[in-house]
């Protein structure tokens, strides 16, 4: 008996070791190595990530069946990229080239389809994410936690798998162009910068942060001459098969300000503390010359100091812009706070103690998606409007104190 005991005894000793052993196994992933347990968290979040967003494929957004579903029967029926020439919905032209692609496929759901590709677009976003992370702390646990975070990120999901809307395209060159910032890599930075905006009108308020790049000798305005370049360029399928450069350009411009009956349509931004139905063109106006002069004043302000754009300084201006422009701009629609949700988290691991604005920023973004959804909320807008207000000011007040302890 006491043989066996013993026997027992030991081959659970070689089992536990087996498991250790097992567990703090390293696996090398290019320059990362990760141990198995790391390894087989990050494949559960993935299968999890799938998983969530295919049991809302089925869901079909007004947006969905009023803007893209039209144009794709429009390129089927005419088995042509001449039928853009037609006018079917405002959609801004790159998008139109995807959805011709779609359209020549044989057989399933055009629906799917599109929701399958952009999915596939976040789980890259959910990478780049934890890259620049990774870049920022050196961190391999909060590089993984940024990818898994990112990847069941409420806003991100629902946009990919229920709204079928392509902000996470914008999204991922946004942090290409990021990438190659911090590497000092002016042109591929621009040129990714643009594709962005050329997917998404609203990516344009990260422009002064192209503009303070500038400003600190990183971006040449040479550089800068990319964007209209690679705009004409975009536009050139388009031009070929019957629309004018007027129209591609209008359709650039109006692209994410379809509905201009409204000062803001369920995005918590001033027009919900000042009003939002009366006096819609002249506050719009006012708005737009009050953002330009507060941006004026943010920038002169910035050249009279001497500071160094550090990495972490260029996130929190990225962030910073991505919060100001949507709250002052008019127009804005349910989704303006997208980027800012993914910035605002890179941001939290880059400085743990604010941890507590993405999760502020992500509950008031997904708030407003449910506006959308449901019809209604459950917090009033107007609260949340002062919430946001708020968030700028801290960020803003980080950038200040940052740039203030340079000397």
């Given at each position: ?383 949340l409007a002062y919430i946001l207000l708020a968030l700028v000011v801290l960020v803003g007040k980080d950038i200040f104190l940052s740039v203030n302890k340079e000397k």
């Open positions: 008996m006491k043989k066996r005991i013993s026997r027992y005894r030991r081959g659970e000793n070689r089992m536990d070791i087996f498991l250790k052993n097992l567990i703090d196994k390293k696996i090398k992933l290019g320059k990362l190595s990760l141990t198995f347990l790391e390894l087989v968290f990050l494949l559960v979040i993935t299968l999890f990530a799938v998983m969530l967003r295919s049991s809302v494929f089925s869901v079909a957004s007004g947006d969905y069946t009023s803007y893209f579903e039209p144009w794709i029967f429009q390129f089927k029926a005419w088995d042509s990229l001449l039928a853009i020439s037609e006018d079917v919905s405002i959609t801004n032209i790159p998008i139109l080239y995807i959805l011709y692609l779609i359209s020549k496929v044989q057989g399933g759901s055009f629906m799917l389809l599109l929701k399958v590709i952009l999915s596939v677009f976040d789980f890259i976003l959910a990478f780049l994410a934890g890259y620049l992370a990774y870049g920022f702390t050196k961190s391999k646990s909060k590089t993984i936690l940024t990818y898994a975070v990112i990847l069941v990120l409420p806003t991100v999901v629902a946009s990919s798998a229920m709204w079928s809307q392509f902000e996470v395209i914008s999204a991922v060159c946004v942090l290409l162009s990021f990438c190659f910032a911090l590497k000092d890599k002016p042109y591929p930075a621009i040129l990714f910068y643009t594709i962005a905006t050329l997917f998404l009108s609203l990516t344009f308020m990260l422009l002064p942060l192209y503009l303070l790049l500038w400003m600190k000798g990183k971006v040449q305005i040479q550089h800068l001459f990319l964007l209209p370049v690679i705009a004409v360029i975009s536009f050139i399928p388009a031009l070929l098969n019957g629309r004018s450069f007027k129209e591609c350009t209008l359709l650039y411009l109006s692209g994410s300000f379809t509905d201009k009956t409204i000062l803001t349509r369920n995005w918590p931004n001033i027009f919900e503390i000042i009003g939002k139905d009366a006096l819609v063109a002249e506050l719009s106006k006012v708005s737009i010359l009050l953002l330009i002069a507060m941006l004026a004043c943010i920038f002169y302000y910035l050249s009279r100091k001497k500071f160094e754009l550090t990495p972490v300084l260029m996130l929190r201006f990225a962030l910073f812009f991505s919060l100001l422009m949507p709250f002052f701009l008019p127009y804005m629609q349910e989704r303006s706070g997208y980027m800012a949700d993914i910035l605002a988290v890179i941001y939290a691991v880059a400085d743990k103690k604010k941890f507590y604005i993405p999760l502020t920023h992500v509950f008031i973004s997904y708030t407003a998606y449910s506006a959308y959804f449901s019809g209604e909320t459950y917090v009033s807008m107007r609260v």
